[in-house]
């Protein structure tokens, strides 16, 4: 069950939506509350990182016009029997999942929990991601590998390739990943992958795969975000329809999965390397304080990272390592 104010906010910003200027007055009577009490829920929402202004004596509007998640419009376009569930405000959509394997509670393969707002979004290493309210897509989904960890190898570059698929196929984008979790257009970053997982080496594997995709970013995102980036909106110079989106992400996730989990990654190498970010320029790997150099060549068949280093490739793994171009 939402908290009160949350299911205010939502028809707070579902009254707001079309980016129309609504008074307060007619605010506060539409939902049975006073003034005071919609300019409180108002500054809530601002402060999940929506664009919405107050204007003297008029009342409030977005900057602008926003499409609310919906569960019902996302279950007529689905692909899937697994379920979609739709939060307004939580602290990170791959954490509910998580809990709920805490809890006891397993999901059905492919189940996808979706929101409008993180609290606490995450990206790799630790970093905050940015997620501002009902801006961009925080989507997470549940999977299982039979085989265990050690099969999960290559796993958020399958699910990059998804992503890809989807934005190519439905609109046109050319979508480029880089190594080991990021999405890119034109050379700026449009999206990220977490993937957690909880089992057994040789047993069992729960896995927890995260997506933060950029939508519609608002105007403050320079603010907070310290490299380049992108949006679809911006990219398409059209709307998005996100509940179409999270439809046909978690059906063709479902599909790539299934793959995976059957073939291993070695179908995957050869349409990760024609997507690479970085195909044979000369890059930068970090670990903590030690950095290696060399000439991206691709991935091999485990999704290792293959530097040609002098001449002589290596393959690199693991979630701690970071990319860059060299300078």
């Not at 990272?305 to 300078?327: H, M, N, P, T």
Request: hydrophobic residues 40%; proline residues 3%.
């Amino acid at each position: 069950m939402l908290p009160h104010s949350l299911i205010v906010q939502r028809q707070l910003v579902h009254y707001l939506a079309d980016g129309a200027l609504c008074s307060g007055q007619w605010l506060g009577e539409q939902l049975g509350i006073s003034r005071t009490a919609v300019a409180k829920h108002i500054e809530q929402l601002q402060h999940y990182g929506l664009d919405l202004y107050k204007i003297k004596g008029k009342g409030y509007r977005l900057a602008q016009p926003v499409q609310l998640l919906d569960a019902a419009l996302i279950k007529q376009q689905q692909q899937q029997q697994a379920p979609v569930w739709v939060q307004s405000v939580t602290d990170s959509t791959n954490s509910q999942l998580m809990q709920k394997l805490k809890d006891g509670v397993v999901p059905e393969k492919g189940a996808v929990l979706v929101a409008e707002a993180q609290t606490a979004g995450r990206g790799r290493r630790g970093k905050q991601w940015f997620s501002p309210f009902g801006c961009n897509l925080y989507f997470s989904m549940y999977w299982q590998l039979e085989q265990g960890i050690q099969a999960a190898m290559g796993l958020s570059l399958v699910v990059g390739l998804a992503v890809a698929k989807v934005l190519q196929q439905q609109w046109q984008l050319p979508v480029r990943l880089k190594w080991p979790n990021d999405l890119y257009i034109e050379h700026k970053k449009l999206g990220g992958i977490l993937v957690e997982l909880a089992g057994q080496t040789h047993a069992q594997c729960d896995v927890v795969i995260g997506l933060g995709l950029n939508i519609r970013m608002p105007d403050q995102t320079d603010k907070v975000v310290d490299q380049p980036w992108s949006d679809l909106t911006s990219a398409l110079g059209q709307h998005i329809d996100r509940n179409l989106l999270v439809a046909l992400l978690q059906h063709q996730l479902v599909k790539e999965l299934q793959h995976f989990s059957q073939q291993g990654f070695t179908d995957y190498v050869q349409q990760f390397n024609q997507l690479d970010q970085f195909a044979g320029e000369q890059v930068i790997l970090s670990s903590g304080s030690q950095t290696i150099s060399g000439l991206c060549a691709g991935v091999d068949a485990q999704g290792g990272l293959v530097l040609d280093i002098g001449g002589q490739k290596q393959s690199f793994y693991g979630g701690e390592l970071s990319l860059r171009k060299a300078l």
